[in-house]
């Protein structure tokens, strides 16, 4: 069965530091995996997501993600954090092979301090 | 461009009663969806559907039921409300879920059973 595991709760980082959130996953075929940003009473709004090729993603707002097959890992960063970053944020992951779910992780609060 | 629409964003239920949720998306996708957003969980797939006449469970499906007679709507019914249902629901629907798709998502409904 396909998981997705977000290690941490929240991360806290300093505005102008990088930050990273990180994702790991579970699938028995080959990957789709997204991330997405939820900001207070609003809706999921997609960031990012990796197919094939380039390992490296790039997606909305100047996140990136970088997805290692070898660690089974998608962690998104961001070479300068924004106060305006400050959200939730989730790992998602669709089993390649042609199911029809997609898995949540449980979310990670980014609180970006000025 | 409405995208995924859901009503109501709010709504207190008393245990026992009964409602639907409604949501309806105008960009004719295939894929619709329903989560439900806990603390600490993340998404839980509630149910899901392929296409119009098709549904099918996900991870937490008892006490709910969905239909689909149209490509745009997919209502989800609460037949006796619980307090274990308060929670926060989301609609999501995609093109389909080939080619790792985009699922896009409403904004949310927010339902409180006491």
């Known amino acids: 069965a396909q998981s997705v595991a977000q290690p941490e709760d929240q991360v806290n980082v300093a505005e102008g530091n990088p930050l990273t959130v990180k994702c790991t996953y579970s699938?028995?075929?080959?990957?789709?995996l997204f991330w997405y940003v939820q900001y207070p009473n609003r809706g999921l709004q997609f960031l990012l997501k990796?197919?094939?090729?380039?390992?490296l993603v790039k997606g909305s707002y100047g996140f990136e993600a970088e997805f290692n097959k070898s660690q089974t890992s998608f962690h998104l960063k961001k070479p300068s954090a924004l106060v305006s970053d400050s959200a939730l944020y989730f790992c998602?992951?669709?089993?390649?092979?042609?199911?029809?779910?997609?898995?949540f992780g449980a979310g990670t609060r980014l609180f970006v301090k000025a | 461009n409405a995208g995924v629409t859901q009503t109501p964003k709010f709504q207190v239920l008393k245990t026992g009663q009964s409602m639907t949720l409604q949501c309806a998306q105008d960009?004719?996708?295939?894929?619709m969806s329903w989560y439900r957003q806990d603390p600490g969980m993340g998404l839980r797939l509630i149910h899901y559907?392929?296409?119009?006449?098709?549904?099918d469970q996900g991870e937490v499906p008892n006490g709910y039921n969905v239909s689909r007679s149209t490509t745009e709507d997919f209502p989800l019914r609460l037949l006796s409300a619980a307090p274990s249902q308060t929670s926060v629901y989301f609609c999501?629907?995609?093109?389909?879920?080939?080619?790792?798709?985009?699922?896009?998502f409403g904004e949310g409904s927010w339902l409180t059973v006491v």
């Open positions: 999501a629907s995609s093109y389909d879920l080939t080619e790792g798709n985009t699922i896009y």
């Open positions: 699938v028995s075929g080959n990957p789709y």
């Open positions: 990796y197919i094939t090729g380039d390992n």
């Open positions: 998602a992951v669709r089993d390649g092979t042609g199911g029809f779910k997609t898995i």
């Open positions: 960009m004719n996708h295939e894929y």
């Open positions: 559907s392929v296409g119009a006449g098709i549904t």
